[in-house]
């Protein structure tokens, strides 16, 4: 499947819906209910979401976040202008604060083939002493996995598909879209 240029052939009639705005909003509610048992009774959560691509999901998602909360941003590239992995991440931005003793909850828009949360989460053990640490994917792309990372908190698994909208982006473009689409044949 060839996805045309969006600079050019932008338009969101394009694309089938894969996800709904209502879908994904309703799954997210669902999600934050097990993220606040499990942190039940936690003095502060640290949520660190993993830019650009999360950006829609953990502002919703941290709206429905009922313990104390703070919020830290990295910024890890993998994909550059491509639909497929380009094999190596790239840390654009991993500026953080002291994580030792704190309960750390890593937010993603998409795990596809892992490449980026393992190297995010190996470079974090590495050097933080956290008290906890877990991971939160809005999209679980499971058959394309290479690298074994364990997800916490899952919201949909979905296919070995190209996905755009909802912080998901083909070159950039797209991330404005409030639901998930798949561009069509
Ligand atoms: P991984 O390192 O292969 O697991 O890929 C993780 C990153 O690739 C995600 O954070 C996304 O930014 C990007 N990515 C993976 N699959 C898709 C997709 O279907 N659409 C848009 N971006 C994707
Ligand atoms: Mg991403």
Same mark, same amino acid.
């Given at each position: ?43 502060? %959560?640290?949520?660190?979401?993993? /830019? +650009? ?9 941290? *709206?429905?976040?009922? !313990? ?58 590495? %050097?933080?002493?956290?008290?906890? /640490? +877990? ?9 394309? *996995?290479?690298?074994? !990372? ?36």
């Amino acid at each position: 499947m060839t996805i045309p240029s969006p600079a050019t052939h932008y338009k969101p009639e394009q694309l089938d819906v894969y996800l709904s705005e209502a879908q994904i909003q309703e799954r997210i509610q669902e999600l934050a209910a097990q993220i606040n048992a499990t942190y039940q009774g936690c003095e502060k %959560l640290m949520i660190i979401a993993v /830019l +650009k691509g999360s950006f829609m999901f953990v502002a919703d998602l941290i *709206r429905h976040i009922k !313990v104390p909360c703070q919020i830290e941003f990295v910024r890890l590239a993998s994909y550059g202008d491509g639909q497929t992995s380009s094999g190596t991440v790239k840390p654009v931005d991993l500026s953080l604060p002291s994580l030792s003793g704190e309960d750390v909850l890593i937010v993603e828009d998409i795990i596809d083939t892992g490449l980026t949360l393992h190297f995010f989460m190996d470079y974090l053990t590495s %050097l933080h002493h956290t008290r906890s /640490l +877990k991971l939160a994917v809005l999209l679980d792309k499971k058959e394309a *996995r290479q690298k074994d !990372v364990l997800v916490d908190f899952a919201g949909f698994t979905v296919g070995n598909q190209f996905l755009v909208g909802y912080g998901l982006d083909f070159a950039g473009y797209y991330r404005n879209l409030p639901f998930i689409g798949v561009v069509k044949d």
